[in-house]
């Protein structure tokens, strides 16, 4: 007396609700962009007030990032932004240093060692994994084709 | 599998609700609320400890009994070694029966409490059960502050602790008869959409109930079921037609989506779940209806997605069960 999982499917697909898509994607571009904007301007800045080059100027604007994200998760409302800007605040850095931030917290109660120190790439983790090899084969690619 | 109960009655019940469920429209209902969500402990799992220690005792206190009264208590959560109800429990020097059935939980805790007090080995139990929006969270998907998207059929795990006293001494509403139900699994994949995993468990158990007893839906006032949120409240509707060729809509409602004022709530998309969703409910608002008898027959129909993230990572199906217990008003 159970129904069949196709007929069972159709049913369930029949009062599934449509997601914003478009309207998701609109907000995460935009609020992305301005995450990129704030890190062109900080570069900029690094460059000309400490007289670096931009190389160095990107790598400063990277830790300031970094440092703001983690600062907000802590403080608590960076998981707001994130339930609303949605990618545009997970892909750039920011997301990085709110993933690994927010296991930091998560895990703070469980002690150093057990909590903290093992979770805290729980998110980060893959992301930290699969950038270093794709870094390695993309780096062999490029030995190959180009010579260096 | 269906009993009949002949001599168990509901002597008291007892709610202690978090914050989210404070601001929903069942605020007045609830005999205790927190409004933080630490619940002055260290952590989650303390937290949701302390609402169901709470809980335990707001029940002892509006009933008037000593915790030597009490025979047994039987009580179970969502966290792993069903840790809050151990914790909160042990305080009492109850003897203790933990189980487990995800959302279904206060149900089969029912169940197994009015089964034992029929068979008159005892005669006061407690069901009792918890769960804690941001342990549930922390221990099923993400940490809390990360603050994930999630699409419109999620649901948000209620925070609480939520006890009934069963007892063998007459009073105004007893248990009637009460239907086990059967593991289910059609083929649903998403843990972001357990409105679809569950609405078969609740579509198998009444419909076995209505055929085991010769009833139809309309011998019941109030059909209500667990925690199947907006969407699967939809589905099981649909459901019950198509498969069973039986209308339920004309007296049905779902305690994820009576929960919460969906409307100015928005977090929580689809409604509440967690076991505590539907014991706040059944525990309050239905309860005292039942007891100005504004309402005479009941039917709880407590919906579980027997969810293991281990198995969803290894991409087998999540499996659902619900029980049912139906209520009535002593005439």
């Not at chain 1, 069949?4 to 935009?30: G, L, S």
């Not at chain 1, 995450?35 to 670096?52: C, H, R």
């Not at chain 2, 202690?16 to 630490?38: I, N, R, S």
């Not at chain 2, 999540?318 to 217990?325: D, G």
Request: proline share 3%; with cysteine.
């Amino acid at each position: 007396m159970i129904m069949e999982k196709k007929q069972y499917k159709k049913i369930v697909d029949k009062h599934k609700p449509t997601e914003t898509r478009a309207q998701n994607a609109f907000i995460a571009f935009v609020t992305g962009g301005i995450v990129g904007v704030i890190g062109q301007l900080m570069t900029e800045f690094y460059a000309s007030f400490f007289e670096i080059s931009t190389k160095d100027a990107s790598t400063f604007m990277l830790v300031t990032l970094i440092f703001i994200a983690s600062l907000l998760t802590a403080l608590g409302f960076f998981d707001k932004w994130v339930t609303f800007c949605k990618c545009g605040l997970i892909i750039p850095i920011t997301g990085f240093a709110h993933s690994m931030t927010s296991a930091g917290i998560e895990y703070k109660k469980e002690g150093p060692i057990y909590g903290l120190g093992s979770n805290i790439f729980k998110l980060a983790g893959s992301v930290i994994l699969y950038g270093v090899v794709s870094a390695w084969f993309f780096g062999l690619l490029r030995l190959i084709i180009m010579g260096g | 599998m269906t009993f009949k109960y002949n001599n168990v009655y509901i002597e008291n019940t007892s709610t202690v609700a978090g914050p989210y469920e404070a601001k929903g429209p069942l605020k007045k209902y609830f005999d205790k609320t927190f409004d933080d969500l630490y619940n002055k402990e260290k952590s989650w799992e303390l937290a949701e400890a302390k609402s169901l220690e709470d809980a335990i005792a707001t029940l002892l206190k509006k009933s008037k009994l000593n915790k030597k009264d009490i025979d047994c208590i039987i009580s179970g959560d969502l966290l792993n070694q069903i840790t809050s109800s151990c914790y909160s429990s042990q305080k009492y020097d109850f003897p203790f029966l933990g189980i487990y059935s995800a959302c279904a939980t206060s149900c089969e805790g029912i169940i197994l409490a009015s089964t034992m007090i029929d068979s008159k080995k005892v005669k006061k139990v407690i069901a009792a059960t918890s769960s804690h929006n941001m342990s549930s969270e922390k221990q099923f998907r993400n940490p809390t502050e990360y603050g994930a998207p999630k699409p419109k059929t999620a649901t948000f795990t209620a925070t609480g602790g939520a006890t009934i006293l069963l007892s063998d001494t007459k009073s105004d509403i007893k248990v009637e008869s009460s239907t086990i139900g059967r593991i289910i699994d059609l083929g649903q994949t998403d843990p972001l959409h357990m409105g679809s995993v569950m609405a078969p468990a609740a579509a198998d158990t009444i419909n076995r109930h209505l055929t085991d007893l010769k009833r139809t839906p309309d011998y019941y006032d109030l059909i209500l079921t667990g925690d199947l949120g907006t969407y699967g409240k939809e589905i099981l509707i649909d459901y019950m037609k198509t498969e069973f060729g039986t209308d339920i809509s004309a007296n049905y409602n779902d305690c994820g989506v009576m929960l919460y004022d969906l409307d100015k709530q928005k977090e929580v998309l689809a409604g509440g779940s967690g076991p505590v969703c539907s014991a706040l409910v059944n525990y309050s608002i239905i309860y005292e209806k039942m007891k100005k008898k504004e309402i005479r027959r009941v039917l709880l129909v407590t919906t579980g997605a027997l969810f293991s993230p281990t198995m969803v990572y290894q991409h087998e199906n999540i499996l659902s069960i619900a029980h049912a217990v139906s209520l009535e008003v002593v005439s």
